[in-house]
């Protein structure tokens, strides 16, 4: 079995789940065409959370990985606004911001999983993330996919590598 990576930041693990909380309540409030998500209950508390520096709840953690095609790869190549998800039962949303996925636990229960329960940023003293393959991922998967399945977005995307390549 091959043994886990785990990166990590010298910032406090409560300053990245005030962001998750910051970037859940945004979307909590915003219009249904801009991505609207509904966290019921939790929406006035996540609230205080980010901006009124509450305690963070018990309901509220987050585990992150950094997705990587290769090894070697930092590169960033995705973001994507907090979709809802269940695993194991609990309620979450999936947040992508850059290279990194974050399963975002909006639920009164403990993570069921023991990976995620070892490197959740509740139980930690720096923010870190799991290194995984980004090909496992549907965040992965659906932008490879797009990429690659529409000409005009592929000739799009082509003209943004030359525009960056030339002004290096």
């Known amino acids: 079995m091959q043994e886990l990576k785990v990166v990590s930041a010298e910032q406090a693990p409560d300053v990245t789940l005030r962001f998750y909380a910051a970037l859940l309540w945004k979307y909590a409030v915003a219009r249904r065409e801009l991505g609207k998500i509904d966290l019921g209950p939790y929406k006035s508390e996540l609230q205080r959370v980010a901006f009124e520096g509450a305690p963070i709840p018990n ?3 987050a585990v992150l990985m950094r997705l990587r095609l290769s090894p070697d790869d930092a590169g960033v190549f995705a973001y994507r606004a907090p979709k809802p998800d ?4 609990l309620n979450m949303y999936r947040v992508m911001v850059g290279g990194v996925l974050a399963f975002v636990k909006v639920d009164q229960r403990p993570w069921a999983n023991p990976l995620f329960t070892g490197i959740a940023l509740s139980n930690a003293t720096t923010t ?5 393959a980004a090909q496992n991922f549907e965040e992965f998967k659906v932008s490879q996919a797009l990429a690659h399945g529409d000409s005009r977005v592929s000739a799009f995307l082509d003209k943004q590598d030359a525009y960056a390549a030339q002004n290096a």
């Open 59 to 61: 309901f509220f953690d």
């Open 86 to 89: 269940r695993k194991e039962g």
């Open 128 to 132: 870190r993330a799991l290194v995984v």
